[in-house]
């Protein structure tokens, strides 16, 4: 039962351009989002999280939007970059539960 | 040390062997987890410490795997009896008091274990 649920498993995107990457999620006990990117060989690292008392958070290029009744989040990257090329993984966690539960990740292929 | 270290990074074995994975987790950290990712699959939450609480080891997919640490430093997985659906990138992540809102984990490389 996916919880966190990635449905574009890849994603190509001109560099300079805009990548949306998107996430839905069915828990409605989650209220933490995090974002984390991954590189071939390599562990998730931390990218952007968002709490659930926001509908948006920046941080230079990345930007992530919370759409809590629809259950939905989405990643904005802009510009694209050829070095944003990885796999990113999109993340939620219930108040007080320390554990986080992860999508399948989606493959941003940013084209130079 | 400056990142989560885990050894060995790669580990071919044969079915039906028992492996030991091993995670030097970042200094300081008190919280440390395993996840796991099967090909095709996202991260497969497999156990959770903190601290010197008993640890949520609500992921652990069978009674074939154990996980310990001592204290808030290193920790061993083990798989015993190896199959081959253990086959999977094993991923350890630590974090200053498991997390907080602010901050996210940090992982390290992972091993992959190939079970034939």
């Known amino acids: 039962d996916q919880q966190v649920k990635q449905n574009s498993p890849s994603l190509s995107v001109q560099e300079g351009r805009i990548s949306i990457l998107n996430c839905d999620y069915t828990?409605?006990?989650?209220?933490?989002f995090l974002w984390y990117k991954k590189y071939p060989a390599e562990g998730p690292t931390f990218l952007i999280s968002?709490?659930?008392?926001?509908d948006k958070n920046e941080d230079g290029r990345f930007t992530v939007f919370l759409n809590k009744s629809a259950k939905h989040l989405s990643l904005h990257i802009v510009p694209s970059q050829p070095g944003d090329s990885a796999v990113y993984f999109c993340a939620a966690r219930g108040e007080g539960y320390q554990k986080v539960t992860f999508g399948i990740g989606t493959k941003l292929q940013v084209i130079p | 040390g400056a990142g989560v270290s885990q050894s060995p990074s790669n580990k071919v074995t044969e079915k039906g062997k028992d492996v030991e994975l091993r995670c030097d987790p970042i200094s300081g950290h008190t919280a440390l987890y395993w996840y796991r990712q099967r090909l095709g699959q996202g991260l497969e939450f497999l156990i959770y410490f903190q601290g010197n609480s008993a640890p949520d080891k609500s992921g652990l997919p069978s009674d074939r795997f154990s996980a310990e640490r001592t204290g808030e430093s290193v920790s061993t997985l083990t798989i015993q009896r190896t199959q081959q659906e253990d086959s999977a990138v094993y991923l350890c992540a630590s974090s200053l008091n498991g997390g907080g809102l602010n901050y996210g984990y940090t992982f390290g490389s992972g091993t992959r274990l190939t079970v034939v």
């Open positions: 828990n409605s006990m989650f209220d933490y």
């Open positions: 968002i709490s659930s008392i926001k």
